[in-house]
């Protein structure tokens, strides 16, 4: 079935949902984006993601078209009118239909698109299995270059780690940052168990703060576990007891083997697979 897309102003049908050639989003990656997660109709951490996307848009100067009230009714709308239950919702701001020039400021009005659609999970296998991971060699951007914590359409830093894993045969790959520590995966962050110690990166080593890792903090704590945010080496995560990532899309996932090296018992942990079960009944709201 065709969507409804949220172009700008409205819904319009899929057909209908076209870009400038001259917007800067496309000319230069000159925009943000959230990912957002549908669970039984609820969208997940709804006002921590339009808190995110305005921080990201602040970060650049990008005007945003609309407040955050009036985005968030824009965002129920656009999964209303689609009829999705459990999705995945892209939303994006560009900043704008301008001239073929870098500056942003001869930009027209920020464009603003909101896709609601079915997800693509990674197979159930890997969630039972766990999944096997490469460390890339592509370091993640510089923190202080460009904020990873600005979620931009530009990924490209990303994408060249991605595909680093692909020729691997894996699905994900670890970036680590000019200095040598972990930053995150390329879609995902990062997490690992020592001695039921859970660690994971603290912001400044370069990854995005992800809204899924927060919860999952935030659920591991509630069931006692210490969390602390660590500058973590390829050492630590070679020798590690668990690694799991979590993301939007992922949710909690373990990963049981890096540079062919195997983690713990080559099963996803116990801590791994406790999180990933409360964090699955929390975003379900099984337990609210
Ligand atoms: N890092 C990167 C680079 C990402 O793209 C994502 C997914 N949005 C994450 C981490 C995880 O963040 P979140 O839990 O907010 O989806």
Redo the contacts with the bound molecule.
């Keep these: 079935m065709a969507l409804k897309i949220w172009m700008n102003t409205g819904l319009v049908d899929e057909s209908e949902a076209k870009l400038s050639v001259f917007d800067h989003g496309l000319l230069y990656g000159d925009g943000v984006f959230?990912?957002i997660r549908v669970y039984g109709g609820v969208v997940f951490?709804h006002e921590?993601?339009i808190d995110?996307l305005f921080d990201s848009a602040r970060a650049i100067r990008l005007a945003m078209p609309m407040g955050k009230d009036e985005l968030r009714a824009a965002v129920e709308t656009t999964v209303k009118a689609n009829a999705i239950e459990d999705g995945y919702i892209r939303l994006i701001i560009t900043r704008g239909v301008g001239t073929l020039g870098l500056n942003p400021f001869l930009c027209r009005d920020s464009g603003l698109i909101i896709i609601a659609d079915k997800i693509q999970l990674y197979p159930e296998e890997f969630y039972e299995n766990g999944m096997k991971v490469v460390s890339a060699t592509t370091v993640r951007n510089h923190p202080l270059a460009l904020s990873?914590k600005i979620?931009s359409l530009n990924?490209l830093n990303?994408i060249v780690a991605k595909i680093e894993a692909l020729d691997n045969d894996v699905p994900e790959a670890i970036m680590y940052n000019h200095l040598g520590y972990v930053a995150?995966?390329?879609?995902?962050?990062v997490f690992i168990v020592q001695k039921g110690v859970i660690l994971s990166p603290p912001p400044e080593a370069g990854?995005?703060?992800?809204?899924?890792?927060?919860?999952v903090i935030r659920l591991a704590r509630n069931e006692g576990y210490e969390v602390l945010e660590r500058n973590l080496t390829r050492y630590d995560l070679y020798t590690c007891d668990e690694l799991f990532l979590?993301?939007?899309?992922?949710e909690v996932i373990g990963v049981v083997e890096i540079d062919k090296r195997t983690i713990g018992d080559g099963k996803p942990g116990p801590i791994t697979r406790l999180l990933r079960e409360r964090f699955y009944s929390h975003a379900r709201g099984e337990n609210r």
Excluded: F, M, Q
């Excluded at 995150?184 to 962050?189: L, P, Q, S, V």
């Design positions: 959230e990912g951490e921590a993601h995110r990873p979620k990924y990303n995150e995966a390329t879609g995902d962050n990854g995005l703060g992800g809204i899924t890792r927060d919860v979590t993301g939007t899309a992922a």
